[in-house]
Each structure stands twice: as structure tokens, then as C-alpha cells.
């Protein structure tokens, strides 16, 4: 998969939706839709977080 596109440097803080803990200003982190929800609309994760949950996803094909 690639991250470049949809990775952002935080400029403030964010609540990563993967883990529910703090993107902190200056981290690296995705921002793109929950990717086995069925929610519209954009969550921050840490990019391990998205990676992890993207994988997870994909393993149901
Ligand atoms: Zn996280």
C-alpha cells in the first residue's frame, strides 16, 4: 500500500481512530476513511494504526 498520499505531518493534535491515543503536532499520520467502517467521513490515524487496520481489512478477500 502506499501511504505517501494520504500522509500528512500533524500540525496539531489529533486522536488517532485506530487506537484512540494522541497524534501528537509534528507526527507523521494519515488521514483517510476508516477503512472497514462504514463512516463517510475522515479519521487521523498513526500510520501503523492505518496500516494495521487496512491489513486487517484485506484479509477477509
Ligand atoms: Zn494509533
Known sequence: MILNSIQ???????QCAGCGLT????ERYVRAQVPDGGRAAKAAFHSNCYTR?????????
Open 8 to 14: 500528512h505531518t500533524a500540525r496539531h493534535q489529533h
Open 53 to 61: 487496520l487496512a491489513a486487517s481489512a484485506n484479509n477477509t478477500k
Open 23 to 26: 497524534v501528537h503536532s509534528g
